[in-house]
């Protein structure tokens, strides 16, 4: 007997709300699910994996974000900041170039493309960030917007595609140099940064407060002290996200293949009572519900330990 040799099984939002109607008696094997049934099935299907997060279902939803650091900037909105999971290039400036200049010369272009977003560490401590019109060749890009200020060779040149996605959590968060050495920042609560009584303070972040802001759109986060200078222009940012929603039939989950017992369960027990199962029936699908979510969740952990210590009064 052989095996199949492959590890892809996955199944969709369809197979989801079929298994959960066939659990709950509604519909049998094979039967058409109306789109009324496949509509209110799919609103209750996003609302419980949204939950789900704050249960601890997010060791695979976790991301590596890096925000740049602007000087003399407190705050930065998450979602229009320059912050991407990849930088495509990192490079330096191969001569110095003048404000006003749309043409740069780089030490190299690999990994740039046209229209990812550029930026260029410029003498004032700031990044121009503009676009790039066209990699002209292995060492020049041309811009769209012209630089700012004057730029010394060898100041860095960063370049990246895509932004990184709205976090709803922030878990932990590093200050990167241009050495690329990290050192740990602290993330503090609201009323702690707005106690720090010089918001303007020179140096490079050691505390962070972020607030999700309650919708999709939107989130910020808030930096102390607010200037890295030359040497410190990136925070390394480890972040939570919600699971991508389910808005087709054929979208596979943004969970683990081992998850999939656990979201039709989950759906069935979630839907049961609108649909008029008795109460008696109810409580045994919950009961399964939350073994299946509990034995996933107890297995989304990460290898590491745990320590515990004693604050000592007197």
Known sequence: MATSNSKNYSITTADIIAGALRKIGIYDQGETISGEDTSSTTIALNLMVK?????????????????????????????TAEITDTIKAETTLSSAEASGQTVISV??????????????????????????????SSTQVTITD????????????????????????LLYAFRRDINDFDTEVTIV??????????????????????NPQGNQSTARLWVWPDN??????????????YPDDFDSGSNNPDFPSEWGNALIWGLAAEIASEYGVPEEEQA???????????????????NASVIFAM????
């Open 51 to 79: 939950e789900w997060v704050a249960d601890g279902a997010d060791i695979f939803l976790r991301a590596e974000s890096i925000l740049f650091l602007q000087p003399d900037t407190q705050s930065y909105a998450l979602t």
């Open 146 to 169: 012209a630089t700012d200020d004057d730029a010394a060779s060898g100041n860095k040149v960063y370049a990246y595609t895509t932004k990184s996605d709205k976090p709803n959590k």
């Open 107 to 136: 030490t190299s272009s690999t990994g740039m493309t046209t229209a990812d977003r550029v930026g260029i560490k410029m003498d004032d401590q700031t990044i121009h960030w503009t676009t790039i019109v066209t990699v002209d």
């Open 284 to 302: 045994r699908l919950w009961a399964v519900a939350l073994q299946k979510l509990n034995k996933v969740l107890d297995y989304s952990q990460e």
């Open 189 to 210: 609560g609201e009323s702690e940064y707005r106690r720090q009584s010089n918001k303007k303070s020179d140096g490079p972040p050691v505390e962070l407060w972020f």
């Open 228 to 241: 890295g200078g030359k040497n410190w222009d990136k925070l390394v940012l480890i972040t939570q996200l």
């Open 311 to 314: 604050e000592e009064y007197r």
